[in-house]
């Protein structure tokens, strides 16, 4: 932090010295991010739901794929897919994931963001209308400023709010939502949305991100055969759950033309490297069998949700919000309160970390936990025990 202090103090020439006043600024409201090495401790913070990035067969797999392509071209993609980046390997993965997720088709992407920012942007045209659920992703949200459509949100999870939008929506109408929310761990009321789309002829875009590997049958998400008929779009992205790097785009065949056309972080972007590729077509059926890791996570929000209830009930707890798949919160109003709860917990030995305000709604702040299948209930129950010291320890209960 001393760093940082010196570093803005010393910023003197514009357009730094302009950049190094915001920067006191949001330091001042105790909202400066930073970069903090370590994942010291128990992990409640990471997205590798399943421990696949950690998984040392997986790496092994990849290695052994990886030395066996040394016939093949290049390390990288070298280009676009469309300017010579194209390779089997790629459509061999794309054929994986939309047989695996029973879909005509998979269009992969460097990131889940540029997948869902380049889809929101480019899929909707002047005159149609794209509602989306108000806690969607940055990334969604990027891509929504980007459209050329109307954008309207609704409250969160709100199936009235939903349905006066969609009846005031013009044109062709697209609702965006997500599987499981990344701040709230609670999931969509996606039936419930599907009747809505089918009565006023909407279309479904659907964000997996928290969902793939958590959810559903051999951890394919929350999306089920029974939406194909009002579904557009699923994004799918392998940096979470998948522990690898990258997403696809499932679909239909015309949906994938239109992206490779019209997408722009598709065609003016490297295409993913074969080794990352590599990592995702093994990763995919380890996730698929990882019924025992589902289990383990199911077994651990079951107990951390009890807890949390209790220690809500105490009066000890502002708020939480259950896990439904594997994200809890505990919510600390405050960008101070959260940190300092934060510090106490890593002082604890958790590795947990602040979501500050303006990432949360002021008010909201809280931390994040997130299961795997590597935590045990022990760690859980010493995570709970630590809270509830904690709270004995302030003067008086919230
Ligand atoms: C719901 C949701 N969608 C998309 C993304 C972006 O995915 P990626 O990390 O692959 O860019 C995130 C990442 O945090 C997310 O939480």
Not at 75 to 102: K, M, W
Not at 193 to 216: Q, S
Request: glycine share 8%.
């Amino acid at each position: 932090v001393s760093n940082i202090a010196v570093m803005i103090e010393e910023a003197i020439e514009p357009p730094l010295a302009r950049m190094a006043g915001t920067l006191a600024q949001r330091a001042a409201e105790g909202k400066l991010r930073q970069l903090r090495l370590g994942s010291q401790g128990v992990d409640f913070s990471t997205n590798d739901y399943l421990g696949l990035a950690r998984d040392k067969a997986l790496h092994q797999q990849v290695l052994e794929s990886w030395a066996a392509y040394i016939d093949s071209p290049t390390n990288g993609a070298t280009a676009s897919r469309l300017l010579g980046g194209e390779s089997v390997l790629a459509e061999e993965t794309e054929a994986d994931i939309s047989r695996f997720h029973q879909a005509e088709s998979a269009l992969l992407f460097a990131t889940g963001y540029m997948a869902n920012q380049g889809l929101l942007s480019c899929v909707a045209n002047r005159g149609e209308t794209i509602l989306y659920d108000a806690y969607v992703h940055a990334s969604l949200r990027e891509g929504l400023r980007l459209s050329l459509a109307t954008t309207l949100s609704f409250h969160h999870n709100d199936l009235e709010h939903l349905r006066e939008q969609l009846a005031r929506a013009k044109g062709q109408v697209y609702v965006a939502t997500e599987s499981v929310f990344s701040m709230d761990g609670d999931t969509a009321l996606l039936a419930e949305i599907a009747t809505l789309c089918r009565e006023f002829g909407a279309k479904l875009i659907l964000d997996e991100a928290h969902a793939l590997g958590v959810l559903g049958q051999k951890g394919e998400g929350l999306w089920t055969t029974d939406l194909e008929d009002v579904t557009l779009a699923r994004v799918y992205t392998f940096g979470k759950g998948l522990g690898c790097h990258g997403a696809a785009v499932v679909g239909s065949n015309i949906l994938k033309l239109y992206l490779i056309n019209y997408c722009r972080p598709f065609i003016y972007s490297t295409a993913l490297a074969p080794v990352q590729m590599l990592a995702i077509r093994h990763a995919y059926p380890m996730m698929a069998a990882a019924d025992d890791a589902r289990t383990q996570i199911r077994t651990l929000a079951a107990a951390l949700n009890e807890g949390l209830k209790d220690l809500k009930v105490e009066g000890f707890l502002a708020d939480y919000c259950p896990a439904q798949a594997s994200i809890a919160a505990i919510i600390q109003p405050g960008n101070t309160e959260v940190r300092a709860l934060a510090a106490t917990l890593q002082a604890a030995g958790f590795d947990v970390r602040p979501v500050v305000s303006p990432t949360v709604q002021a008010g909201t702040e809280r931390i994040r936990i997130c299961l795997h299948s590597y935590n045990t209930l022990g760690e859980v129950e010493k995570l709970l025990s630590t809270l509830r010291a904690n709270y004995a320890k302030a003067t008086r209960p919230l």
